[in-house]
C-alpha cells in the first residue's frame, strides 16, 4: 500500500541554519502531498501542499517540490528561528475521500 | 476559522471501561477522521467518515468503532479500554476532495490504566 518514509529526528539546528528534512513516498497513481507542522501542546496544521509533479509549495519561507521522478517532497527552509521548533509531517494524499497517510514526523530543535 | 473541538484534553480511564472521544467541527465539512499518534509511529488512521451515518476503516481500526448521527460531530469509541489504547487521539475534518486540507483539533492524551 501507499506509504510515506521521512527522516528520523530529532534534528537540532543553530539559529539561522540551513534545513532540509527528507521525505520520500511509495504510492499508486498520483497523490498529493503535504508537510504539516505540529507545535508544542496542539494539533497539527498544514505547512504546504503540493498536487502535481514539479510543483513547489511554499509558506512561512519553508518550501518543497514535488518531485514524481525521485518520489520525494523534501522541506527546505534557509533560515530557521528558534520559533520552528516543532514536530514536521510529509503525508500523501490517497484518492477519494481525502484520506491522508503520514511518515513519522521529525522533530527540529532549533538554538539561538 | 475552522475549528475542530476535542472534548477533553487529558482523559484517565481503567482498563475495561467503555470510552467516548468526541469531536464537533462548526465548518459544516463532509470528512471527518479519528487518527492516533504515537511516539516513532507518526498518525495512524483509525476510522474515517465521509457523510452522515457513513464510515469506513482506516488502518488500524480493531479495538474502536465510531459513530457520526450528525455531519458535525465524529464520535470515536473504545469498547473495552485496553493499555495498548494509551494514546494520542487526533480528530480532523476536511471538505470533499482529494488534495483538501485536513485541520486537526488539538488532541485527547488518552492513559488507560
Known amino acids: 500500500g501507499d506509504s510515506v518514509t521521512q527522516m528520523e529526528g530529532p534534528v537540532t539546528l543553530s539559529e539561522e541554519a540551513f534545513l532540509t528534512i527528507n521525505c520520500t513516498y511509495t504510492?499508486?497513481?498520483?497523490?498529493?502531498l503535504f508537510w504539516y507542522v505540529q507545535y508544542p501542546g496542539e494539533g497539527l496544521q498544514l505547512l504546504l501542499k503540493?498536487?502535481?509533479?514539479?510543483d513547489k509549495g511554499s509558506n512561512k519561507g519553508f518550501e518543497a517540490t514535488y518531485r514524481k521522478e525521485t518520489t520525494s517532497f523534501h522541506l527546505e527552509k534557509g533560515s530557521v528561528q528558534v520559533s520552528d521548533s516543532a514536530v514536521y509531517f510529509c503525508?500523501?494524499?490517497?484518492?477519494?475521500?481525502?484520506?491522508?497517510?503520514f511518515g513519522a514526523g521529525t522533530r527540529l530543535a532549533v538554538h539561538p | 476559522d475552522v475549528k475542530v473541538t476535542q472534548s477533553s484534553r487529558y482523559l484517565v480511564k481503567r482498563t475495561g471501561e467503555k470510552v467516548f472521544l468526541e469531536c464537533v467541527q462548526d465548518?459544516?465539512?463532509?470528512?471527518m477522521f479519528w487518527y492516533r499518534q504515537d511516539p516513532g509511529l507518526g498518525l495512524r488512521l483509525i476510522y474515517f467518515s465521509y457523510d452522515v451515518k457513513m464510515k469506513e476503516k482506516g488502518d488500524i481500526p480493531e479495538g474502536y468503532s465510531v459513530s457520526r448521527e450528525k455531519k458535525e460531530r465524529f464520535s470515536l469509541i473504545l469498547e473495552s479500554a485496553s493499555t495498548n489504547q494509551t494514546s494520542m487521539y487526533l480528530c480532523?475534518?476536511?471538505?470533499?476532495?482529494?488534495?483538501?486540507?485536513?485541520?486537526f483539533g488539538s488532541g485527547t492524551q488518552l492513559s488507560v490504566l
Open positions: 503525508a500523501l494524499s490517497e484518492r477519494g475521500y481525502n484520506k491522508l497517510i
Open positions: 504510492a499508486t497513481g498520483y497523490p498529493s
Open positions: 503540493a498536487t502535481k509533479a514539479d
Open positions: 465548518m459544516d465539512h463532509e470528512n
Open positions: 480532523a475534518s476536511s471538505p470533499g476532495g482529494q488534495g483538501e486540507k485536513l485541520f
